[in-house]
């Protein structure tokens, strides 16, 4: 039997409900709410039923509103959908492995950071740790030697390096900040995750998926922040980072095949 479909098929199901809870937690992390409690209407506080939860289906058939009539941000189902089949291509690609399991993790994590940076110009420290240390078992798991995470390691410095030096140089000429800390960390987490084999790889696509992303900012016409951390204008650039981390996970095999 063609496990393919079915491997589909689980890992959208799983992704939907992790989704679910990626929704929740990238709004309450940056306002520092407790993430337990039933989830609420904000506009007229009436707690939400299992009907009203239940992954991407359910905005539809409410039709975007709540039954006080509040609109509900298309957010949800934007970031359900997007974890959904994020997680139906890792787990299809990897399968029932302790891989397969891991590339799970790595579609939680960076989903986080894509929307919390995407929402609020920061990339929590806690989810960078977190990714850096699962990316470390990933590049053991991978590569099946104990040396592999401390290459990973080695590639996540030479990561932070030329970030650092690039950044420091194009600030030097345009007199205004360029990468934030966070992104400089967020790759310095990617290092395990790539490896130095392709390295290359993950700088190219990080800017391309920057100028994609930024093409998409620019048309939905979101509103540019501006506070003591956030110059006006600035464009969260750790969502290209963390897509760009998710391609070469699951391209790294099939390019070293390629050029080997």
């Known amino acids: 039997m063609n496990q393919f ?19 929740m937690a990238s709004y309450r992390w940056p306002r520092k709410e407790s993430w337990g409690g039933r989830s609420k209407c904000p506009t007229c506080g009436r707690t939400l039923g299992v009907a009203d939860l239940v992954p991407i289906v359910s905005w539809f058939f409410a039709r975007a509103k709540c039954t006080c009539g509040a609109p509900i941000s298309a957010r949800y189902p934007v970031i359900e959908a997007a974890t959904a089949l994020l997680s ?18 790595l ?6 950071i894509i929307v919390i940076d995407w929402e609020n110009f ?14 470390l078992v990933w590049r053991w798991q991978v590569e099946g030697t104990w040396l592999a995470p401390l290459l990973g390691l080695g590639a996540g410095v030479m990561l932070f390096l030329t970030a650092f030096l690039a950044a420091f140089i194009v ?34 696509l990080s800017g391309v998926f920057g100028i994609l992303f930024y093409l998409l900012w620019r048309k939905i016409n979101l509103p540019a922040k501006q506070s003591a ?16 981390m998710l391609a070469c996970v699951l391209l790294e095999q099939w390019v070293l095949k390629l050029f080997s």
Request: charged share 10%.
């Open 229 to 244: 951390d956030v110059p006006f204008g600035a464009f969260p650039y750790g969502p290209a980072i963390c897509a760009a």
């Open 88 to 105: 139906a291509l890792v787990l299809a690609e990897f399968g029932w492995t302790i891989a397969g399991a891991l590339a799970v993790v």
């Open 171 to 204: 600030e030097r000429i345009n007199e205004t900040e360029s990468l934030g800390g966070g992104d400089l960390k967020l790759l310095f987490a990617a290092g395990p995750w790539v490896g130095f084999q392709i390295l290359p790889l993950l700088l190219i």
């Open 107 to 112: 579609v939680v994590l960076v989903m986080l």
């Open 5 to 23: 479909p079915v491997l589909l098929g689980i890992g959208f199901l799983l992704g939907a409900i992790l989704g679910s809870f990626i929704g």
């Open 122 to 135: 920061i990339i929590p420290d806690k989810l960078v740790i977190i990714l850096f240390l699962v990316g």
